[in-house]
């Protein structure tokens, strides 16, 4: 079983896992990474560059760990209201 699980259905999803717990771990640390970063960079610091280029990178790390999982939410829910609407149609249609 590898450490991100990348597939999920969307009942799984919404539980609470290992990559959400990472995800929240890493979403305060990139944030002042990139500000920190992008002040210092501003200044035309070296290091500047280095904390911002390090928090972009770990945005990106942060995006591929938690967007499967919120992928598979939408696709739920997507498939909740085309049939809530679908129900919607029929009772306005009166087709029960």
Same mark, same amino acid.
């Given at each position: 079983m590898p450490f991100i699980r990348r597939e999920w259905t969307p009942k799984e999803a919404e539980?609470? @896992?290992?990559?959400? @717990?990472?995800?929240?771990?890493?979403? #305060?640390?990139?944030?002042?990474?990139?500000?920190?970063?992008?002040?210092?960079?501003?200044m035309l610091r070296w290091y500047g560059f280095v904390i911002l280029g390090?928090?972009?990178?770990? /945005?990106?790390? /942060?995006?591929?760990?938690?967007? #499967?999982?919120?992928?598979?939410?939408?696709?739920?829910?997507?498939k909740k209201q085309k049939e809530y609407i679908d129900a919607l149609e029929r009772k306005i249609k009166w087709e029960e």
């Open positions: 539980e609470w @896992t290992r990559e959400d @717990t990472l995800a929240v771990i890493i979403s #305060p640390l990139v944030y002042v990474l990139l500000v920190v970063g992008t002040a210092l960079a501003v390090l928090g972009v990178i770990l /945005m990106l790390y /942060m995006i591929w760990i938690i967007n #499967p999982k919120l992928s598979s939410v939408s696709e739920g829910y997507d």
